[in-house]
């Protein structure tokens, strides 16, 4: 696709229950990585994949976050039990292979706007 | 741990003046450093991106990088009240790392 597209844009969730997000890369983008950002803050990293390669789960904050990616395009983020202090924007990005030496920006998605009531 | 320090503002300057956003690091390795805008509400958007010392000017944005004192900068030149945002720094280590964010400086222009 032209952008990086996220879905769904907002959610709103009873805490304790499981929610999904998607994020759908730039087509030919090989890396893919999911923040978080809570409101007034910055970007908090969460997850982080490339190719084939074991995923960079590092910025995971639990056991209760999980994501996955089939091949080179769609991710999902998948949080269980959800609590209150999930409430944030989750942003997904994608940028061609982070080689050394190249200068690769990300592009981001609209978000998903998490709310844990 | 890797960390990327901005003021948070908010910085306010008169329409057509400069604005000056400035970005420390600790890792110094850090190979490449970019600039995102972020406006209320949205996600965040690639403006400027450096890895060698000195300055990259882009219109009338200029990145300016030192190495040495693990600094860069964002200089904005005529500044318009649509440049209104929150000012992003990031930073990346060589390979397969992830993008370290500061956590932004809000800038205001005033007409």
């Known amino acids: 696709g032209a952008g990086v597209s996220q879905s769904p844009s907002n959610k709103v969730t009873e805490k304790g229950k499981d929610v999904e997000l998607r994020c759908d890369p730039i087509?030919?983008?090989?890396?893919l990585y999911w923040y978080r950002q809570r409101l007034g803050q910055g970007l908090e990293f969460l997850i982080y994949?490339?190719?084939?390669?074991?995923?960079?789960k590092s910025g995971l904050p639990s056991d209760r976050f999980s994501a996955e990616r089939t091949g080179e395009s769609v991710s999902t983020l998948t949080i269980q039990r959800t609590q209150q202090e999930d409430s944030a924007v989750y942003l997904c990005?994608?940028?061609?292979?982070?080689?050394?030496?190249?200068?690769?920006?990300?592009?981001f998605g609209s978000g998903t706007r998490l709310t844990v009531v | 741990q890797k960390e990327v320090e901005q003021n948070s503002g908010p910085l306010s300057v008169p329409e057509g003046a400069i604005a000056s956003l400035n970005c420390t690091y600790s890792?110094?390795?850090?190979?490449?450093f970019f600039w995102y805008r972020q406006y209320s509400g949205k996600s965040p958007e690639l403006i400027m991106s450096i890895y060698s010392n000195g300055d990259k000017e882009d219109g009338r944005f200029t990145a300016q990088l030192n190495k040495a004192s693990q600094y860069v900068s964002l200089l904005i030149r005529d500044s318009q009240p649509s440049d209104s945002a929150t000012y992003l720094c990031?930073?990346?280590?060589?390979?397969?790392?992830?993008?370290?964010f500061g956590k932004g400086t809000r800038l205001s222009v005033i007409a």
């Open positions: 990031a930073v990346k280590n060589s390979g397969n790392t992830p993008l370290v």
């Open positions: 994949f490339q190719g084939n390669s074991a995923p960079d």
């Open positions: 087509s030919g983008h090989t890396a």
């Open positions: 890792d110094r390795v850090s190979q490449s």
């Open positions: 990005a994608s940028s061609l292979a982070g080689q050394v030496g190249a200068v690769v920006g990300y592009t």
